[in-house]
């Protein structure tokens, strides 16, 4: 056979090779949503690809049925043939007469070898990468006849190698899910491409901490709490009214140890634009009771349906330990609206920050990446942290270091910490 017919042959086996290199990278890689999306815009070929990825069972051997058949007839038309036909040519060289076979046959194998593997694999597959979803509408119909056509064989090679593989054991059925630290690795993977933001991304990353964060670390703690006397006068209400700044007030019977209910200051106010008396008890309401066992994700799913999206939280022996509200997990998964961290001219202070020691101690560690926190699961704020650190109740000026961050103590409020600034350790190795 000439040796222009042999190359011509040899040329569209390493395309071959290619159109299945192409196709397994772009179905392997292919995001099943991506390829859903594209399905429901109608794009030609979405449909069949992602039925394709989802069955890699069906498709695969398929694939390794083409490359195999073509590495095999690429080594007949190479090795034999194609080095057959040039070595007379080079046994015209009269010192590489002798060799002239041996010479032939090598360079055939290594020419045939370094095409196949440079344009038949390597290209196509870095290609598939580059656009896989695009690449996979566009072969998913040649790859489908393909596969039928050949599906007795492929059912003779999946039943063959299923019987090889039930002797490494049992297949794990959640083999294929993603676990939580993978999709918080593909949300910063996303982020560095300029897929999403980085607010996007940290918004993600707090709804699924949401379900690992207690209700105590981002409740209102009953110091914190603004709360009405029931038998309260109706000057001290309406000073009450005025002097803080909520739409709900927490109704306690003497001291914030009896708490009866809720009022809303847009109750009390309708009375009194009705000319009516202020009346605690008409307007006073009872919000949903929850444990401080529970965790924010399921309050948020309690309060959903809540009309009044108030909870009180009680801990094991009914004692009234806090209040939680739809904003403050709101808050949760969005963050503060006005950042503690911030500095005076409102602009972020990349070595040094001022937080509230109520600040949840996940999200404290989460910024600065703190890590082995010292009886990590016994407290969940940031003055709780401090006082593990400390063993004892942090006084106004104590300073200590944690994590290559130093933790100053600015303010108190009786024997809770008010006030931490947060800054680089000087002393920290890098």
């Known amino acids: 056979m000439h040796v222009v017919v042999l190359i011509l042959i040899l040329t569209l086996l390493i395309l071959l090779n290619a159109g299945f290199a192409l196709a397994e990278m772009a179905l392997v890689s292919s995001r099943k949503a991506a390829l859903a999306l594209f399905a429901r815009k109608g794009v030609r070929g979405a449909e069949r690809a992602r039925l394709l990825a989802e069955t890699p069972e069906r498709f695969l051997p398929t694939v390794q049925i083409g490359i195999t058949a073509i ?64 690449i996979a509408c566009l072969v998913a119909w040649p790859i489908d006849m393909f596969a039928r056509a050949a599906s007795p064989l492929v059912w003779l090679l999946g039943f063959t190698s299923d019987l090889v593989l039930r002797l490494f054991g049992p297949v794990d059925p959640h083999r294929r899910a993603i676990s939580e630290e993978e999709l918080k690795a593909i949300l910063a993977e996303g982020t560095e491409s300029g897929m999403l933001e980085y607010e996007e991304r940290d918004m993600m990353e707090r709804v699924m901490r949401l379900a690992d964060k207690p209700i105590r670390a981002i409740m209102t703690p009953r110091q914190d709490i603004a709360w009405l006397d029931r038998t309260a006068p109706r000057g001290q209400v309406i000073s009450s009214l005025k002097a803080a700044p909520h739409s709900r007030f927490v109704v306690c019977d003497r001291s914030i140890d009896n708490v009866v209910g809720i009022v809303q200051a847009k109750d009390i106010l309708d009375r009194m634009l009705d000319g009516k008396d202020i009346s605690i008890a008409t307007a006073l309401r009872q919000p949903l009771a929850v444990p401080d066992a529970i965790s924010a994700l399921d309050a948020l799913e309690r309060l959903k349906s809540d009309p009044l999206g108030v909870a009180f939280v009680l801990d094991e022996y009914g004692s009234f330990e806090g209040m939680v509200t739809v904003g403050d997990l709101l808050e949760a998964i969005v963050g503060d609206v006005e950042e503690a961290g911030y500095g005076e001219a409102g602009e972020p202070a990349p070595d040094r920050y001022e937080l509230d020691g109520l600040e949840p101690i996940d999200e404290v560690a989460h910024k600065f990446g703190l890590e082995n926190l010292p009886a990590h699961g016994s407290y969940h704020t940031l003055g709780g942290f401090l006082l593990a650190l400390l063993k004892r109740v942090p006084r106004q000026g104590d300073a200590i270091a944690f994590g290559g961050w130093r933790f100053e103590v600015l303010a108190m409020n009786g024997r809770r910490v008010e006030l931490v600034r947060v800054s680089r350790d000087p002393t920290a190795v890098p």
């Open 71 to 134: 590495s095999v007839l690429t080594g007949v038309v190479g090795g034999a043939q194609l080095a057959h036909s040039l070595a007379p040519a080079i046994a015209l060289i009269r010192p590489l007469a002798p060799l002239a076979d041996t010479i032939a046959l090598a360079l055939t194998v290594v020419g045939v070898t370094l095409l196949t593997l440079v344009f038949g694999e390597l290209v196509p597959k870095q290609l598939a990468l580059r656009n896989a979803e695009r």
